[in-house]
């Protein structure tokens, strides 16, 4: 009897010892995953500075994530965050598909540069879009092949977020003006399909981060602070300076156009 507790003992260690050797090098690997392939389904800048990893809550903490915006746009980053966290089914690392518990995001910091019909996000989304479709079929492949991982996320959070939108982009002053975003939940992202790929998780969480950038909370408000300036976000990147000009003699410089709006803005 005393043999098999023995063996029953010495299961478990092993059993303790591999999850936590497996969680223990889990930060690294999310690490290279994001700052690998997340610069492929975005097709722009996109990195993290560091993943810490609790053994014994399988919870990752993601450090510094930095979204690059697209080319022909010109402020320096799309979306910054200091810390997301992440809690992992650790039973289900070893399986094809990874069940992610939680994923919350907190406190994004994101800009939003309009130009004319388009802008940042909807042109990463696009990006994205491109990537989810034309990786379906390499995913049914690597499923083929018994290789390639899957994602269920049941439950994403975002809070406490923020836009903001450079007017200095615009030339219309070197102020920023901000809105608070809706917070967002989305829960069993990928189930029904037993798991989807990561760039068709990520697409999803960022067409319904996109929906709330330009939904009238965020817009409403941007709207009524540009609206002194006789501008709104529809015409931003085309005629902006074109409508504040309408106010002014249209023989001044463009520096006595920039000095003008400074005072609009009170500054």
Do not use: C
């Amino acid at each position: 009897m005393k043999k098999w507790i023995y063996i029953g003992v010495g299961a478990i260690v092993v059993v303790v010892a591999i999850i936590i050797f497996g969680l223990s090098n889990l930060g690294p690997i999310i690490k290279q995953a994001v700052n690998s392939y997340g610069p492929e389904i975005t097709k722009t800048e996109l990195h993290v500075d560091d993943v810490g990893v609790s053994i014994f809550s399988a919870e990752a903490k993601i450090k510094q994530f930095f979204l690059g915006n697209p080319a022909g746009f010109n402020t320096p980053s799309a979306m910054k965050v200091g810390s997301v966290l992440v809690n992992v089914d650790e039973k289900s690392l070893t399986s094809n598909t990874i069940v992610i518990d939680r994923i919350e995001v907190i406190s994004p910091e994101i800009t939003y540069e309009k130009k004319g019909e388009i802008d940042n996000f909807n042109t990463i989304l696009k990006n994205m879009t491109k990537t989810s479709s034309s990786g379906k079929a390499a995913t049914k492949e690597s499923e083929k092949q018994g290789t390639g991982k899957k994602l269920i996320i049941r439950d994403f959070i975002v809070k406490e977020g923020k836009v903001n939108l450079e007017l200095s982009v615009y030339g219309i002053g070197d102020r920023q003006i901000s809105a608070t975003l809706p917070n967002i939940h989305l829960k069993d992202i990928g189930k029904n399909k037993n798991g989807v790929s990561p760039a068709e998780a990520f697409r999803e969480v960022f067409a319904a981060l996109y929906g709330k950038i330009t939904s009238p909370a965020v817009t409403d408000v941007l709207n009524k602070e540009l609206s002194s300036m006789g501008v709104n976000l529809d015409s931003l990147g085309q005629d902006a300076i074109k409508k504040l000009g309408d106010t002014i003699d249209k023989e001044e410089s463009l520096d006595d156009i920039g000095k003008k709006v400074k005072g609009i803005l009170g500054n």
